[in-house]
């Protein structure tokens, strides 16, 4: 498969959290990255956790941290419909609009007025779902960069994304985060625990604000599927068992080993590329939650993958990088 060139902006590189868990395989990073195709399976978990997520922007831009009242939860709604019409959830599937209007509902109930205050960034807006691009450092051209796509001998490397929730508290400010899961337990705690991401937007915060955050606060939100008994009963297959608020500490030195880390791995990305070549790290081909978006294309030949990767399994990687805060 011939590379492509190497994605930059204005002589840029820009990097986000989903590219930099793509690193757990290289071969993943090219595909997705580079390659620019995601898989078209496997995305009703993600889709769900999407319109969650336009739930919660339209009422903590509503109401902010104050109860949601009938006319935001109207919106809330509309919201989440109008999400879920551009971007269908497979048809039978539990995750669908309704689900997701009970979700909020008891959500909105657990959570009613809110013991924090949101953060605005400089210009004043609250941070409230909001995307960013910052600088993050620069890193030597290799000389195919050079030479065959015209950088400067330092590329600068730009860190986008997107802040659920920027807050403060009686401890001082946090990054907050809205995440969906299936299920909960020790396994989710110590991914949350390790989440390098988390770390991106603690760093990204500290940018923001001027200040450094104390650490990031996960709204977990476990995603079940309904019993068979609950499909015929009255009460609610959500409840409070389902939303847990656990806040992790963050240390200084947390944040300058995250980004060190971040910029050597730029670095391989950079040596892949001169080389020619993303290798495969097979060790997460398959795993416990199922197996990797690309191992339909890895399992085949060589000559074919390039047919595979473009046939219908793939759709163009539209994920857009954040914009400035
Ligand atoms: S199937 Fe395996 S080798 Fe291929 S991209 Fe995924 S993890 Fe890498």
């Given at each position: 498969m011939t590379l492509t060139l190497l994605p930059l902006t204005d002589g840029a590189f820009f990097i986000d959290n989903s590219g930099l868990e793509r690193l757990r395989c290289p071969r993943a990073f090219q595909y997705s990255e580079l390659n620019r195709r995601s898989a078209i399976a496997e995305r009703a978990g993600a889709n769900f956790g999407s319109t969650i997520h336009r739930g919660l922007e339209t009422r903590y831009n509503n109401v902010g941290t104050n109860e949601v009242d009938d006319l935001t939860k109207v919106k809330i709604e509309a919201d989440m419909l109008a999400w879920l019409s551009e971007n269908p959830q497979p048809e039978?599937?539990?995750?669908?609009y309704n689900h997701a209007c009970k979700m909020m509902a008891v959500y909105n109930n657990i959570y009613k007025k809110e013991e924090f205050e949101i953060l605005k960034n400089q210009a004043g807006k609250p941070i409230i779902e909001a995307t960013f691009a910052l600088p993050f450092g620069e890193i030597p051209a290799t000389e195919s960069l050079y030479v065959n796509q015209g950088t400067d001998d330092l590329v600068p490397i730009i860190y986008c994304g997107k802040i659920d929730l920027g807050i403060e508290d009686h401890n001082g400010i946090w990054s907050f985060d809205h995440k969906t899961s299936f299920q909960f337990g020790d396994t989710f705690d110590k991914q949350m625990a390790m989440d390098g991401g988390q770390l991106g937007y603690c760093w990204a915060l500290s940018q923001v604000t001027g200040k450094k955050p104390q650490g990031y606060i996960i709204d977990a939100i476990r995603v079940r599927r309904p019993s068979k008994k609950d499909e015929f009963s009255e009460k609610s297959c959500i409840d409070g068992t389902d939303f847990k608020r656990t806040p992790y500490y963050v240390s200084q030195d947390m944040l300058d080993e995250w980004k060190a880390d971040v910029l050597a791995l730029i670095q391989n990305i950079f040596a892949y590329h001169a080389a020619g070549h993303f290798p495969r790290h097979r060790w997460n081909c398959t795993n416990k939650y199922g197996m990797c978006d690309y191992y339909d294309v890895c399992s085949c030949p060589r000559e074919q993958r390039d047919m595979i990767l473009n046939g219908s399994l793939f759709e163009e990687n539209t994920w857009t990088k954040g914009l400035k805060i």
């Amino acid at each position: 498969m011939t590379l492509t060139l190497l994605p930059l902006t204005d002589g840029a590189f820009f990097i986000d959290n989903s590219g930099l868990e793509r690193l757990r395989c290289p071969r993943a990073f090219q595909y997705s990255e580079l390659n620019r195709r995601s898989a078209i399976a496997e995305r009703a978990g993600a889709n769900f956790g999407s319109t969650i997520h336009r739930g919660l922007e339209t009422r903590y831009n509503n109401v902010g941290t104050n109860e949601v009242d009938d006319l935001t939860k109207v919106k809330i709604e509309a919201d989440m419909l109008a999400w879920l019409s551009e971007n269908p959830q497979p048809e039978n599937d539990f995750r669908n609009y309704n689900h997701a209007c009970k979700m909020m509902a008891v959500y909105n109930n657990i959570y009613k007025k809110e013991e924090f205050e949101i953060l605005k960034n400089q210009a004043g807006k609250p941070i409230i779902e909001a995307t960013f691009a910052l600088p993050f450092g620069e890193i030597p051209a290799t000389e195919s960069l050079y030479v065959n796509q015209g950088t400067d001998d330092l590329v600068p490397i730009i860190y986008c994304g997107k802040i659920d929730l920027g807050i403060e508290d009686h401890n001082g400010i946090w990054s907050f985060d809205h995440k969906t899961s299936f299920q909960f337990g020790d396994t989710f705690d110590k991914q949350m625990a390790m989440d390098g991401g988390q770390l991106g937007y603690c760093w990204a915060l500290s940018q923001v604000t001027g200040k450094k955050p104390q650490g990031y606060i996960i709204d977990a939100i476990r995603v079940r599927r309904p019993s068979k008994k609950d499909e015929f009963s009255e009460k609610s297959c959500i409840d409070g068992t389902d939303f847990k608020r656990t806040p992790y500490y963050v240390s200084q030195d947390m944040l300058d080993e995250w980004k060190a880390d971040v910029l050597a791995l730029i670095q391989n990305i950079f040596a892949y590329h001169a080389a020619g070549h993303f290798p495969r790290h097979r060790w997460n081909c398959t795993n416990k939650y199922g197996m990797c978006d690309y191992y339909d294309v890895c399992s085949c030949p060589r000559e074919q993958r390039d047919m595979i990767l473009n046939g219908s399994l793939f759709e163009e990687n539209t994920w857009t990088k954040g914009l400035k805060i």
